[in-house]
């Protein structure tokens, strides 16, 4: 009986085997789009600008606009060039 025993022990007792295993995934990512100020067009109005200005900070303008991203948890926001 308690050969009996051990050898059930022995077959139901499992072993922890750690092995890399390459898995491939193939399907589509598709993220929805962002709406950008609320679908509405965005207007800059610059003014008259001397075309001197043109290429450096002196004709830059800053303008505040929303960007509203439903499927991504947080702030959405924009990384531009410094």
Same mark, same amino acid.
């Given at each position: ?18 092995? @890399? ?12 789009? =962002? /709406?950008?100020?609320? &679908? ?14 043109? @290429? ?12 509203? =991203? /439903?499927?991504?948890? &947080? ?8």
């Amino acid at each position: 009986m308690i050969r009996l025993s051990l050898f059930i022990s022995l077959l139901l007792t499992s072993v922890a085997v750690l092995a @890399d295993v390459q898995i491939n995934i193939r399907g589509n990512v598709y993220i929805p789009p =962002c /709406t950008i100020n609320n &679908g509405q067009n965005i207007v800059v109005d610059f003014g008259n600008i001397n075309p001197e200005h043109v @290429d450096n900070s002196r004709g830059e303008i800053t303008k505040t606009i929303s960007i509203s =991203c /439903t499927y991504k948890s &947080g702030s959405p926001w924009i990384k531009g060039h410094r």
